[in-house]
């Protein structure tokens, strides 16, 4: 769209489709995920560059200013990224998104007053620790809306956006992509399912609507209407030729069925029932009506109450069903259609709601971490500094007012033990104007703040022009961290007591390394690509629950892959998570691995638990998932439970 700065093309395929797509009575949602190369940092964001946001917010400012009066009536709303959190779309960190979405936002009003600007999404809808940052940032008056996307079973919705719900501060809560995967059989571009597969797909559409209104979502955007192959899967509800899946059919019942939907609750069960039975108020072909959607993983009789009165039943391509309640219900949802305001008389638990409605202004004033790509830790939304070391600390503020502002940029309540250098600036900026800062961050040498992580906040004070904050998280480099104890396994440095442990059709050796500790060589075949030698702890080994994780020198010699480590617990539930190392590094690296961050592996045995236990474990073991047909090698030494 803009080849160059304050170039936009004059028409292309964009306003084409939009045009279309306006005339038709579609209501258009647009999003954009990529940096043009004149406006990237190639220093900063090394070969991600054009997936990373622009260094220099104005580009953004001026980019969504000139796209909202540009698609005026045309598209009505704007996601400003996609999925930012993930590495394929740049791997921002929360603060990142917050401070995009706040300069995206004064872009877009400053071009039209009444466009949705959504939220610029997570992949998922957002971890605990990403809506901490989402609210440490006070972004809530920078969207209309808070987006969302879901790839996961409806079943799960209601748990896994409570987060959203939380984040979204009494805005509406859309789901703007929301599909199910299906593994495609023939070649591109038809990548065509199997005749069930296109069944399964089918069925979810129902109740992924159903169950998303029931968990606070006020608009549901299915993915994908046209034929969409990605990787080896097919998402689309409509084939190549165009002519319609039975995914199509499914939502086209919906949109008949649940049009302008509001969900008044689920069905109370039983005991025993394992059922769902979703209650709205709907104008089903126009008219006002209570609108049931049922359904059951396996099949069982109808769950809980049965409504006394009704007017017609169609399964979930929308067929006529007659008028009789189904004596069971399975897989294939049904719409049971009620007189309007007869579903009162059931039994309801009532559906989720977003949380209360936080005031707020948006500010002129937008403040930035200039953090580079290498200091972001993902799996904790954080930024990496040493522990025991001043490291710098660059910021960059900027005004989107038509006039000057004035005022002061200050850390407020620094963790204990961090010095900022300085701890606060005088701030003037004339219009549009940029001004980057540079100070100092000094981290103690321990303790468990820098292992946990701690949020810093900047706030600044300009008077009418409000009241802008950064926030940010901090955690130390692990491998840097100094334990305040430590039990070293001794028995890992004994060829004897480890196993060889590979997938089927490949090979493994371990021996002693010359530098020390064990190292580990593997041919893959054709098949699955891992190896996990296996260590069983000696009785005097076994961490104790105060323990923080496993602490070891990891070299990697040959080959690459994604290099993690198993705890397994007497019960044989597993518990895994990747080492913080980078495969393609020849040199020793330092790697700590943290229970906290295990998660548990489904092909292992259940734990009533829910959570790795240290006391428990009774074997290590330390791996690769690699690639079919190639050869790793690689040295492990100094395993050494730690606690900090």
């Known amino acids: 769209m803009e080849t160059a700065p304050g170039v936009v093309a004059p028409d292309t395929d964009y306003d084409g489709s939009a045009t279309l797509q306006a005339a038709a009575g579609l209501k258009v949602l647009q999003v954009f995920h990529a940096t043009p190369t004149w406006a990237t940092d190639t220093t900063r964001d090394d070969k991600q560059a054009e997936k990373r946001f622009p260094r220099d917010l104005r580009q953004l400012y001026r980019f969504c200013e000139a796209m909202a009066p540009r698609f005026r009536g045309r598209v009505l709303a704007w996601e400003p990224w996609n999925e930012a959190n993930i590495d394929v779309f740049g791997g921002h960190t929360t603060t990142e998104m917050s401070t995009l979405q706040k300069a995206a936002f004064l872009g877009y009003k400053a071009g039209d007053p009444n466009v949705t600007v959504c939220w610029n999404v997570f992949a998922g809808a957002g971890t605990p620790a990403q809506t901490t940052n989402v609210l440490a940032n006070e972004v809530w008056p ?38 199910v995967y299906q593994p495609w059989q023939t070649p591109r571009p038809w990548g065509e399912l199997t005749p069930e597969d296109e069944l399964v797909q089918a069925r979810f559409v129902a109740k992924s609507f159903a169950s998303s209104l029931y968990a606070g979502v006020s608009r549901h955007f299915i993915f994908i209407l046209g034929n ?86 169609l399964d979930y391509l929308g067929r006529d069903r007659g008028t009789a309640l189904p004596t069971t219900i399975g897989p294939e949802a049904v719409f049971v259609v009620l007189a309007a305001g007869e579903a009162r008389a059931l039994q309801l638990a009532p559906a989720a709601v977003v949380a ?155 021996q002693a390394a010359t530098s020390g500790g064990m190292e580990f060589a593997m041919q893959f075949g054709a098949g699955d690509a891992w190896g996990y030698p296996t260590l069983t702890l000696a009785a005097g080994e076994i961490p104790t629950d105060a323990m923080d994780g496993l602490a070891f020198t990891l070299q990697a010699l040959e080959g690459e892959g994604v290099l993690r480590v198993q705890f397994v617990e007497e019960n044989g539930a597993c518990y895994i998570t990747d080492i913080p190392v980078d495969a393609t590094q ?21 734990d009533g638990e829910g959570r790795l236990q240290p006391s428990r474990i009774r074997k290590i073991m330390v791996g690769i998932n690699s690639t079919p047909n190639t050869r790793v090698k690689f040295a492990v030494s100094h395993l050494t439970w730690v606690q900090f």
């Open 356 to 510: 209360p409605r936080r005031e707020g202004s948006p500010s002129p004033v937008v403040l930035q971490l200039d953090a580079p790509r290498a200091a972001i830790n993902l799996s904790a939304d954080a930024y990496t500094r040493k522990a025991g070391e001043t490291s710098r600390l660059d910021l960059v503020i900027y005004n989107f007012a038509s006039h000057p502002v004035a005022g002061t940029v200050r850390v407020e309540t620094p963790p204990a033990g961090w010095q900022f250098t300085p701890s606060s600036w005088r701030v003037e900026l004339e219009p549009m104007g940029r001004l980057a800062l540079s100070g100092q961050l000094q981290l103690p040498a321990g303790g468990r703040t820098l292992l946990d992580g701690n949020t810093v906040r900047w706030r600044g004070e300009f008077g009418n022009d409000g009241r802008p904050i950064l926030a940010f998280r901090v955690v130390a480099s692990l491998a840097d961290l100094k334990p305040a104890q430590s039990n070293a396994v001794a028995s890992a440095a004994k060829p004897d007591l480890w196993q060889d442990n590979i997938a089927s059709g490949a090979t493994m050796t371990h």
């Open 228 to 313: 969409y192959v990605e990787n080896q899967a097919q998402l689309g509800l409509m084939r190549h030729d165009h002519t319609p899946r039975p995914g199509y059919v499914a939502l086209a019942a919906v949109g008949r069925l649940l049009a302008g939907a509001r969900c008044l609750g689920r069905l109370l069960p039983t005991a025993g029932d394992s059922g769902s039975v979703y209650a709205f108020a709907a104008a089903p072909d126009g008219v006002a009506k209570d609108v049931l959607v049922a359904w059951s993983e396996s099949a069982q009789p109808w769950p809980g109450p049965k409504p006394p009165r009704i007017e017609a039943v």
């Open 586 to 606: 020849r040199t020793p690296q330092r790697a700590v691995c943290l229970f906290s961050k295990t998660g548990w592996a489904p092909w292992s045995k259940p």
């Open 142 to 179: 920078y969207f209309d809306t808070y987006n969302i996307h879901a790839y996961d079973p409806p079943a799960r919705y209601f748990d896994l956006f409570a987060t959203a719900r939380e984040a979204a501060c009494g805005r509406p809560l859309w789901l703007s992509e929301c599909g």
